[in-house]
């Protein structure tokens, strides 16, 4: 049986694509470092340049022209901003801060990378943070005051901290996912690269419009690794995904799918071994691998 990355990279052999012109774009760098491994073994009697294989988040990091900074530089950032925004109301210290303020990052990160409304959601936010306190009493104490003064400042700290961080272009992930999503068709307009998109999955509304995007301006083919008994089993998960892509994306409205195998519901040879503990797994697993011919 052959790999998935083994079939794609066939697959394009056949299409007669140059290979050393295309941009392949995968999951993680642990899956690009495969990939070479299957070109090499396929490409292993021809001389040619090898193409640009990038991982997902290094391609939004090119695609943003941000800096990914981590989650300490995010951190200290951030209370700058804190404390210049709304300067003459009451601020904590950093300790104080800190608690609280870790989980609005990651609050941030997420309404970036899934391209969310944020007007909306923090005026929604500070909406309900409001009723919710209305029916206490009829005048609100001080402390109320300040709690619902914060939810309301949530929008301002958001757009201070984003402003910040582009004009240092700088950004944590979430907003250099944005940032991407915002610019890819800027980027279209400069790049004739075909782009090869391989083995995805669960995509953020970030990507997904990244991947539409280079999709529409047919400089790209998605190879999808799914399988025909999940993809035609509506009630199982794992293809909730993949089916949501090709149901309601435009592309596929008038483009093919690629691809839907049947590996699942093909006769499998598997051999059970009984093994306690994990050193013992450990070592049953030495003893297999080493009985595996060097190809």
Same mark, same amino acid.
């Given at each position: 049986?052959?790999?998935?990355?083994? @079939?794609? &990279?066939?697959e394009?052999? #056949?299409?007669? /694509?140059?290979?050393? !012109?295309?941009?392949?774009?995968?999951?993680? %760098?642990?899956?690009?470092?495969?990939?070479?491994?299957?070109?090499?073994?396929?490409?292993?009697?021809?001389?040619?340049?090898?193409?640009?294989?990038?991982?997902?988040?290094?391609f939004?990091?090119?695609?943003?022209?941000?800096?990914?900074?981590?989650?300490?530089?995010?951190?200290?950032?951030?209370?700058?901003?804190?404390?210049?925004?709304?300067?003459?109301?009451?601020?904590?210290?950093?300790?104080?801060?800190?608690?609280?303020?870790?989980?609005?990052?990651?609050?941030?990160?997420e309404i970036?990378?899934?391209?969310?409304?944020?007007?909306?959601?923090?005026?929604?936010?500070?909406?309900?943070?409001?009723?919710?306190?209305?029916?206490?009493?009829?005048?609100?104490? @001080?402390? &109320?005051?300040k709690y619902? #003064?914060?939810? /309301?400042?949530?929008? !301002?700290?958001?757009?201070?901290?984003?402003? %910040?961080?582009?004009?240092?272009?700088?950004?944590y992930?979430?907003?250099?996912?944005?940032?991407?999503?915002?610019?890819?068709?800027?980027?279209?307009k400069?790049?004739?690269?075909?782009?090869?998109?391989?083995?995805?999955?669960?995509?953020?509304?970030?990507?997904?419009?990244?991947?539409?995007?280079?999709?529409?301006?047919?400089?790209?083919?998605?190879?999808?690794?799914?399988?025909?008994?999940?993809?035609?089993?509506?009630?199982?998960?794992?293809?909730?995904?993949?089916?949501?892509?090709?149901?309601?994306?435009?592309?596929?409205?008038?483009?093919?799918?690629?691809?839907?195998?049947?590996?699942?519901?093909?006769?499998?040879?598997i051999?059970?071994?009984?093994?306690?503990?994990?050193?013992?797994?450990?070592?049953?697993?030495?003893?297999?691998?080493?009985?595996?011919?060097?190809?």
């Open positions: 049986m052959k790999s998935f990355l083994k @079939e794609v &990279v066939l394009l052999q #056949k299409t007669k /694509e140059n290979i050393s !012109d295309l941009l392949f774009l995968v999951p993680s %760098k642990r899956a690009g470092l495969f990939l070479k491994k299957e070109l090499l073994e396929i490409y292993r009697d021809t001389t040619l340049f090898a193409p640009i294989i990038l991982s997902i988040e290094e939004i990091v090119q695609l943003s022209g941000l800096q990914q900074i981590d989650n300490v530089q995010t951190l200290f950032e951030f209370y700058e901003t804190y404390l210049n925004t709304h300067p003459d109301v009451e601020k904590e210290n950093f300790e104080i801060f800190s608690n609280w303020a870790q989980t609005l990052v990651y609050d941030f990160n970036d990378r899934y391209c969310i409304d944020h007007k909306s959601f923090f005026t929604y936010l500070s909406g309900i943070q409001d009723l919710n306190h209305w029916y206490l009493q009829e005048e609100k104490t @001080e402390l &109320v005051k619902i #003064k914060f939810w /309301e400042s949530l929008i !301002d700290y958001y757009n201070n901290f984003k402003n %910040k961080l582009l004009e240092k272009k700088i950004g992930q979430g907003l250099l996912y944005r940032k991407a999503s915002e610019d890819i068709h800027a980027y279209i400069t790049e004739n690269r075909k782009h090869i998109l391989v083995g995805f999955n669960a995509l953020y509304n970030a990507e997904q419009i990244i991947f539409q995007a280079l999709l529409e301006a047919d400089i790209a083919k998605v190879y999808w690794d799914a399988d025909q008994f999940f993809i035609e089993n509506t009630y199982h998960e794992a293809s909730l995904f993949l089916r949501t892509y090709k149901n309601q994306w435009e592309y596929y409205k008038k483009k093919p799918f690629q691809w839907i195998n049947s590996n699942f519901s093909s006769e499998k040879d051999t059970l071994i009984g093994v306690p503990k994990n050193i013992g797994q450990a070592k049953s697993v030495g003893q297999l691998l080493s009985k595996i011919p060097e190809s």
